[in-house]
């Protein structure tokens, strides 16, 4: 049913005006008890829970971050059978991102792509509809990321100041923390994967976290990087990240290494390189760190293997595009039964 409709209507129309009209219809549902509750005994599994990043997390697939921008529907979201969901990309300051268009569908590849450059409406608006969803049962239920990135107009060398405002305003609310430096769409942010430039917004980020929270409480913290780094690069940051006391690492944003136009491409073209980053992440950090494996991910297949080559979460976007509304109940209940 899904395909016929994504092939005959929703392929049909603007791809980020069938974005809103589909994450309007899944906030609608998510808010209405009675059909949350008949949508999620169709997307539930009875897989059971997996403690990773000292979070109990009822399954290893959850959305990855750039779908809910602004934490609008993330109740919705986990009714559809996410076990997390990642919020983001959130900045200190709120912004409209780039001009449109900005998001395109690459349809042979089954992939997308984007410049949409971290439109959102800023950590204080986020921090705050956070709470709210906090305050009730439903959301202290959910496990809940937050992808935190550098506003535009900040100067590359004032980012760790950047950073730590937003982690300061969201650590309360997160499960964890991920500080993206590898969105291709906002300029300079790239260059911040350089350790030496890294290790400041990161050891600002840790402060500012610990800071916003109850002593004591510990909000883990993760770095997203990208798959176009060298291999040595790769090395690098996974280095830092012991060196820091880092509670892991996001593989992989989305890539630059096409020639269809501007933005990053995400889907099944990054597959290979993300299973391989992931391995080399995990030869490098050894059993501590955790790893979330993302880019290209499909199928329960393409899962299993970036669980076999380390990862201990795993994420997806684009597949649920087109795949469809139960594309992340099914994944997991495939992967809570044996290979």
Known sequence: MYRVLFTHVLRRLDPELAHHLAFGLIRLVGAVPPLRAAVRRRTATTAPAVEVLGVRVPGR??????????????????????????????????????????LWRVLDQRALRNRMGFNNEGAEAVAARLRRLRASRAGRELVIGVNVGKSKVTPVDQAPADYATSAGLLAPFADYLVVNVSSPNTPGLRSLQDVELLRPVLTAVRAAADGAVPRGQHVP?????????????????????????????????TTIAHELGEGGLSGPPLLERGVSVVARLRARLGDGPAIIGVGGLTTADDARRYLAAGADLVQGYTGLIYEGPFWAGRLNRQLAEPA
């Open 61 to 102: 697939l959850g959305l990855a971050a750039g779908f809910d921008k602004d934490a609008r529907g993330v109740v919705g979201l986990a009714m559809l059978g996410f076990a997390f969901v990642e919020v983001g990309t959130v900045t200190a300051r709120p912004q409209p991102g780039n001009p449109a268009p900005r």
């Open 221 to 253: 913290l993760l770095v997203k990087i990208a798959p176009d780094l060298a291999d040595a690069d790769v090395d690098a940051v996974a280095d830092l990240v012991g060196e820091l006391g880092l509670d892991g690492v996001v593989a992989v944003n």
